[in-house]
Nanobody
Framework: QVQLVESGGGSVQAGGSLRLSCAAS????????MGWFRQAPGKEREFVAA????????YYADSVKGRFTIARANARNTVYLQMNSLKPEDAAVYYC???????????????WGQGTQVTVSS
């Protein structure tokens, strides 16, 4: 069982930056792939970024490549999402995810946090 708690959401103007954090419970954090999904009003949840258990591989949606960076600190049981050059279309609730599979983390992750709101004004 993994519990995930996101933080760092907020409001920012277009072109600005935010860093999301996700703290995970449990002693096996370093065995899990971690990731982020997002959901905007009226839209389906979509994959944003993921990172494998060691941090050696990262995966991004085309819409955020070059602007977002995912990283993890296994000693702190924490995963981060640095979001730069934010656009109004990035506004959504962002969810932290965990799964033992680096494939499933990008499609149907097993564990979900409660989400944190990101608002981007133009």
């Amino acid at each position: 069982q993994v519990q995930l708690v996101e933080s760092g959401g907020g409001s920012v103007q277009a072109g600005g930056s935010l860093r999301l954090s996700c703290a995970a419970s449990g002693r096996t954090f370093s065995t899990y792939a971690m990731g982020w999904f997002r959901q905007a009003p009226g839209k389906e949840r979509e994959f944003v970024a993921a990172i494998n258990w060691s941090g050696s591989s990262t995966y991004y949606a085309d819409s955020v490549k070059g602007r977002f960076t995912i990283a993890r600190a296994n000693a702190r049981n924490t995963v981060y999402l640095q979001m730069n050059s934010l656009k109004p279309e990035d506004a959504a609730v962002y969810y932290c995810n965990a799964d033992l599979s680096a494939s499933a983390i990008q499609t149907t992750p097993r564990y979900w946090g409660q989400g944190t709101q990101v608002t981007v004004s133009s």
